[in-house]
């Protein structure tokens, strides 16, 4: 039997699923962190926790939530609470193993730009904003980081830190609880934090993607592991469990007028 | 004493050009329909306060109500950009607006101090990053631990705005499921508005979460089913996320909006604008734009 074909963003959030371990609590950034959440509890991970900012705590969505405020997030909860409690006890806490964060930028250090492209004062784009992620991204016990390898992306520089990975100069986590990012997962490799550098290097492949194809993705020059792992593609069962996530989720959002 | 009145008479009792104002309601129960009565009003000068502009002050600000904006995170949830908010950012359109940028804790630190009635608040958060020098923090020693902690300072806003499922008829008000960052806010505040889905004899929650507002700290109770729309009532209404996603097209061209608006919200009341909902021609523009 041959391999299912996936595309580049199924590998990405099958990986990502794959590294969130049953019983962890996991604090949620939408988007491509909620799919890959959700998508671990429906597979490999079923007693993860998952909690997102709107306070909802402990949520088993059967679709994924278009906002961090569905509804459907609130009848799934275990326990909902405000915002301010959500950040200050279960947060600020250290109630959280995992941080599950994504952005528009991010630097060899692990630093996430969601604030601006271009100067403050006059942005080239002005994104939305930090959110929860500061918070998240300072007292999460760790952080997985899931964003699409490109050269806009992967930055020399950010544009402005609004997520700390370890600082500009990677001098580290001091003043901060929880331990930085961990891995980052792309839609064409794995990287993982030195253990003494702490710069972002390349410890994964995805199945047919070439170092060059990673650098060329790069916006620095970037560091290779020795021994670089080749990801397991994804399963049929994880393939279907995914998809059928998709599916429920479009028909959903679009049926909800 | 939270008395009873028309939606339109509160807010031109309450809010006020150049007011402090903050409609607020985490991606729930957000309070729509007494944005819409701020435009049809042609407030101008308001400082916004909310942590996530979401659609209502993309509205407000494209139709020129916000001098300054206070918040955390100014996405189209689950869509996109705040055209409108960007528009304004990048090209000072329709006039040039102020903003001034927290962290969702941070925005939620400051709004328990207002209610708390101190100064200010604290939270570990903002170390390292590019908000520091950017925004309204300063950084202070513990002075039990030594430990350095951020300091954020309180939000009172003039009036706050939100919107809640039930009042009883004494006025007391019953909010249940996501209540995001409401009972902190409108305690900080110094007038309250609450718009109602329901008047009902006894509170009766349909959800987890359940908190109430003390008719004695609310100003005015307004009747407005449906205020919440393209947000949601839990136990009444769902997102309309088809709305969302329209508001994408809407937003993005100036000229469209302003038909948009013109047609939807100026010249019409908000029973006008649900039945521009219910038959489905709200959605037409962005489909024939």
């Known amino acids: 039997m041959g391999e299912p074909a996936y595309t580049t963003d199924e590998i990405m959030s099958i990986v990502a699923s794959r590294q969130l371990r049953d019983g962890q609590v996991c604090f949620v950034g939408i988007g491509l962190p909620s799919e890959a959440a959700n998508l671990a509890r429906l597979s490999s991970a079923p007693d993860v926790v998952l909690i997102y900012e709107s306070g909802t705590i402990g949520t088993k969505p059967d679709v994924l939530p278009l906002s961090i405020g569905d509804g459907e997030l609130a009848e799934q909860a275990e326990l909902v609470v405000g915002v301010p409690e959500v950040f200050a006890y279960w947060l600020q806490a250290g109630r959280v193993d995992v941080g599950f964060l994504s952005a528009a930028q991010i630097d060899r250090f692990g630093n996430l730009n969601s604030t601006v492209i271009g100067s403050y004062e006059k942005p080239g784009v002005r994104l939305p904003g930090a959110g929860g992620a500061p918070e998240i991204a300072s007292s999460a016990g760790e952080v997985i980081v899931m964003l699409r390898h490109t050269k806009r992306s992967f930055v020399e520089e950010v544009d402005f830190v609004t997520s700390v990975g370890f600082g500009r100069d990677g001098g580290g986590r001091e003043g901060h609880l929880g331990s930085g990012p961990s891995i980052v997962i792309t839609d064409l490799a794995v990287l993982e934090p030195d253990p003494k550098t702490r710069e972002l290097t390349v410890t994964g492949l995805h199945p047919g993607v070439d170092v060059d194809t990673v650098r060329d993705s790069t916006g620095w020059n970037l560091a290779v592991a020795d021994d670089l792992v080749i990801t397991e593609p994804p399963t049929g069962e994880e393939l279907a469990i995914l998809r059928g996530l998709k599916e429920r989720t479009a028909a959903a959002h679009a049926a909800q007028a | ?289």
């Open chain 2, 1 to 289: 004493m939270g008395q009873f009145t028309s939606l339109s008479d509160a807010i031109s009792d309450l809010v006020y050009d150049g007011a402090a104002v903050a409609l607020e309601g985490f991606t729930h129960l957000i309070p729509f329909a007494a944005g819409h009565e701020v435009i049809r009003q042609s407030k101008k000068e308001l400082t916004l306060i909310r942590l996530t502009p979401d659609v209502i002050y993309d509205q407000m600000i494209g139709m020129g109500c916000a001098r300054k904006l206070v918040f955390s995170w100014g996405g189209n949830p689950g869509v996109g950009s705040l055209h409108r908010l960007r528009d304004a950012v990048e090209n000072a359109h329709p006039g040039p607006l102020e903003i001034e940028e927290h962290s969702h804790a941070g925005m939620a630190a400051r709004y328990s101090a207002g209610a708390s009635g101190l100064p200010f608040g604290v939270l570990r958060g903002y170390l390292g990053t590019d908000l520091e020098e950017r925004t309204n923090v300063a950084r202070i020693e513990c002075p039990f631990t030594g430990e350095s902690l951020s300091a954020v300072p309180a939000i009172n806003p003039d009036v706050t705005v939100i919107h809640a499922q039930q009042a009883d008829r004494k006025g007391n008000i019953g909010i249940w499921g996501i209540t995001g960052v409401q009972r902190e806010i409108a305690l900080a505040a110094r007038a309250v508005l609450v718009t109602v889905e329901e008047i009902v004899d006894d509170l009766q929650p349909r959800g987890p979460n359940f908190a109430v507002l003390p008719a004695w700290t609310v100003d005015a109770v307004a009747h407005v089913p449906r205020g919440s729309h393209p947000s949601y009532s839990m136990g009444y209404t769902t997102r309309d996320n088809p709305f969302y996603t329209m508001w994408d097209v809407i937003s993005r061209d100036r000229s469209l909006f302003d038909d948009w608006m013109k047609e939807y919200i100026l010249s019409r009341d908000f029973d006008g604008y649900l039945a521009a909902l219910d038959d489905g021609s709200i959605l037409e523009m962005a489909s024939n734009g």
